[in-house]
T-cell receptor
Framework: AQSVTQPDIHITVSEGASLELRCNYS??????LFWYVQSPGQGLQLLLK??????LVQGIKGFEAEFKRSQSSFNLRKPSVHWSDAAEYFC?????????????FGQGTTLQVKP | DADVTQTPRNRITKTGKRIMLECSQT?????MYWYRQDPGLGLRLIYY???????NKGEISDGYSVSRQAQAKFSLSLESAIPNQTALYFC???????????????FGEGSRLTVL
């Protein structure tokens, strides 16, 4: 079955510390992978996406993610967290070659940033 | 103005009432989606539409119906609301017709529905 797992429901980091949010997927075909961020009261905004090429992708707001096919992972990282990064983060996977366009989302990870 | 607009943003209703959530977009995208967000469950797909005449059920379509009135409008209806439909609902769009299609979704700001 197709699925996305974000093992960490809640993470707290200090401002200025590094961050890694984990994402593991189970998908039969070559996946397209996404990270979205949801700030309180807002919709979801795309941080970055991977569908081919370099397995290390850069996104907005200083985020990056690395696709590791052997580990079925697409972890999100940021070297230095800012208080404004406090939000909920969603990993999603979609069909790479199919045309359905449906995304499967993980459960989400809530990031809290301590001053 | 937002490219994907949802109305209402907040709604409180009672069990058994009919509710419609509306979504309109100015992005010119052909595909539209309705997702439901529940704490700890992420987003789950309710219905999706590839064009006005092509509507498909998602993983949790029971208790919901949709209407694609025009390319830019996609409405979600709860014919008889029940408390476990209390959730945050998101409309999203994607553009399949363009080159370099990746399946990226563009989201509205959400409609919070409470069913008492």
């Amino acid at each position: 079955a197709q699925s996305v797992t974000q093992p960490d429901i809640h993470i707290t980091v200090s401002e200025g510390a590094s961050l890694e949010l984990r994402c593991n997927y189970s998908y039969g075909a070559t996946p397209y992978l996404f990270w979205y961020v949801q700030s309180p009261g807002q919709g979801l905004q795309l941080l970055l996406k991977y569908f081919s090429g370099d397995t290390l992708v850069q996104g907005i707001k200083g985020f990056e993610a690395e696709f590791k096919r052997s580990q079925s992972s697409f972890n999100l990282r940021k070297p230095s967290v800012h208080w404004s990064d406090a939000a909920e983060y969603f990993c999603a996977v979609g069909p790479g070659s199919s045309n359905t366009g449906k995304l499967i989302f993980g459960q989400g990870t809530t990031l809290q940033v301590k001053p | 103005d937002a490219d994907v607009t949802q109305t209402p943003r907040n709604r409180i209703t009672k069990t058994g009432k009919r509710i419609m959530l509306e979504c309109s977009q100015t992005k010119g995208h052909d595909r539209m989606y309705w997702y439901r967000q529940d704490p700890g469950l992420g987003l789950r797909l309710i219905y999706y539409s590839f064009d006005v005449k092509d509507i498909n059920k998602g993983e949790i379509s029971d208790g919901y119906s949709v209407s694609r009135q025009a390319q830019a409008k996609f409405s979600l209806s709860l014919e008889s609301a029940i408390p476990n439909q209390t959730a945050l609902y998101f409309c999203a769009t994607s553009d399949f017709r363009g080159t370099g299609y990746t399946g990226e979704l563009f989201f509205g700001e959400g409609s919070r529905l409470t069913v008492l």
